[in-house]
């Protein structure tokens, strides 16, 4: 599947402005945000809101939902969308889901360019504001294992680890026993 997520703030060139023109005289959308796709898609609209539009298709046979948003800059205003997320995922979705789309909000100062820390002075900022979220029915089923640094913070974490290397006894090579125990505590790791 392939999506294509394209927020055309600022938009610049002129001959696109001009096919967004006669888009917009033809159709007549309402504003901040439009789903423009192939007919033979056959895309079903499941829910809309000043900003979200949330469509279903189905491919090789599987029901997928995507929903597009352009939210509001206020956290009060914000507040809508969030409530149509819910909506959309308890009424709407049993499989996979992808959310995406312009959220308005920055999650920490790392996401921050040129941020100055004080009110005294103004300068240009850039943000990132642009996220792809989905579910994991939208993961392959398979894949590959990966170390994750957050379970460093589980309490317990260590101790799993030193449980699972010594319950297993393995012989051979010293690398054959590495990599013996390695996949053993990857099939607990991944439970």
């Not at 159709?27 to 796709?37: E, F, G, R, V």
């Not at 889901?97 to 005294?120: M, Q, T, Y």
Request: hydrophobic share 45%; aromatic share 10%; with cysteine.
């Amino acid at each position: 599947m392939k999506i294509l997520y394209w927020n055309a703030r600022g938009i610049a060139n002129g001959d696109t402005r001009r096919a967004l023109k006669n888009l917009v005289s033809s159709h007549k959308p309402t504003p901040n945000l439009w789903l423009l796709c192939n007919d033979a898609l056959m895309l079903s609209v499941i829910s809309k809101s000043a900003q979200q539009i949330t469509f279903s298709y189905s491919i090789d046979g599987v029901h997928c939902v995507i929903t597009a948003v352009y939210a509001k800059t206020s956290v009060v205003g914000r507040r809508q969308l969030w409530q149509d997320l819910v909506n959309i995922r308890s009424q709407h979705v049993q499989g996979p889901w992808a959310v995406i789309g312009d959220f308005n909000c920055v999650l920490g100062a790392h996401e921050k360019k040129g941020w100055w820390p004080s009110s005294c002075f103004l300068l240009r900022t850039e943000v990132r504001l642009d996220r792809a979220l989905g579910n994991l029915a939208c993961l392959p089923a398979k894949l590959p294992f990966r170390f994750q640094s957050l379970w460093l913070q589980i309490p317990d974490f260590n101790n799993l680890v030193r449980h699972s290397w010594s319950s297993f006894q393995f012989y051979g090579c010293p690398q054959f026993v590495l990599a013996s125990k390695l996949r053993a505590l990857k099939l607990i790791l991944r439970d």
